[in-house]
Nanobody, 115 residues
Framework: QVQLVESGGGLVQTGGSLRLSCAAS????????MGWYRQAPGKQRELVAG???????NYADSVKGRFTISRDNAKNTVYLQMNSLKPEDTAVYYC?????????WGQGTQVTVSS
């Protein structure tokens, strides 16, 4: 089992910044993919950004140039730096840990961007 604990969400004005953190614990594998997804009210959960244990990253087109995903493998922690936030970024953000057929989710953290 893998446990994911997220932190860093909150309320911010348009153009502001937030940094999300997600710490993983439990039975971890050295090779894995961690990422951030988000789900807005009435919408499906979508990938925001992902990063492999080797450091390769991918981003949703809507956040490219504004969000940066990074990780500290020694701390089993993944980060999402969110800049130039827009009201459409408002959602619950979920941390994800994936290894082979195993897929784990955090409890989610609310990000609200006011206009």
């Amino acid at each position: 089992q893998v446990q994911l604990v997220e932190s860093g969400g909150g309320l911010v004005q348009t153009g502001g910044s937030l940094r999300l953190s997600c710490a993983a614990s439990g039975t971890l594998f050295s090779i894995n993919v961690m990422g951030w997804y988000r789900q807005a009210p009435g919408k499906q959960r979508e990938l925001v950004a992902g990063i492999t244990s080797g450091g390769s990253t991918n981003y949703a087109d809507s956040v490219k140039g504004r969000f940066t995903i990074s990780r500290d493998n020694a701390k089993n922690t993944v980060y999402l730096q969110m800049n130039s936030l827009k009201p459409e970024d408002t959602a619950v953000y979920y941390c994800n840990y994936r290894r082979s057929i195993y897929n784990y989710w955090g409890q989610g953290t609310q990000v609200t961007v006011s206009s």
